[in-house]
């Protein structure tokens, strides 16, 4: 089993950065491919990023490419979201996920994961 715990959200100004971090614990997760997604009230949980089990290989959603990276530090298992230049809509829950296998093929995919964090909220003023 594994536990996911997010931490590093609050309330920033636009244009501001923030860096989640979302600490393993229980069995390793370095086999596992990690990822972030979004929610707001009333919508679906939105993807973000997801990074493979390695670290080398990283995809983004449209809406955050060039603004957000993903990067993870196995020994220390912890995943990391460094958010820049941030705006109004980027104002979420942001949780942690894990998944059961490596890659990040049809990362996007929510249900694929099987491990969840408990949500960190990051809210972006105008």
């Known amino acids: 089993q594994v536990q996911l715990v997010e931490s590093g959200g609050g309330l920033v100004q636009a244009g501001d950065s923030l860096t989640l971090s979302c600490a393993a614990s229980?069995?390793?997760?370095?086999?596992?491919?990690m990822a972030w997604f979004r929610q707001t009230p009333g919508k679906e949980r939105e993807f973000i990023a997801v990074?493979?089990?390695?670290?080398?290989?990283?995809r983004y959603a449209d809406s955050v490419t060039g603004r957000f990276t993903i990067s993870r530090d196995n020994p220390q298992k912890m995943v990391y979201l460094q958010m820049n230049n941030l705006k109004p809509e980027d104002t979420a829950v942001y949780y942690c996920?894990?998944?059961?296998?490596?890659?990040?093929?049809?990362?996007?995919?929510?249900?694929?994961?099987?491990?969840w964090g408990q949500g960190t909220q990051v809210t972006v003023s105008s």
């Open positions: 990074i493979d089990w390695s670290g080398s290989r990283t």
């Open positions: 996920a894990a998944r059961r296998v490596g890659t990040i093929d049809q990362g996007s995919d929510a249900t694929l994961y099987a491990f």
């Open positions: 229980g069995r390793t997760v370095s086999s596992n491919a």
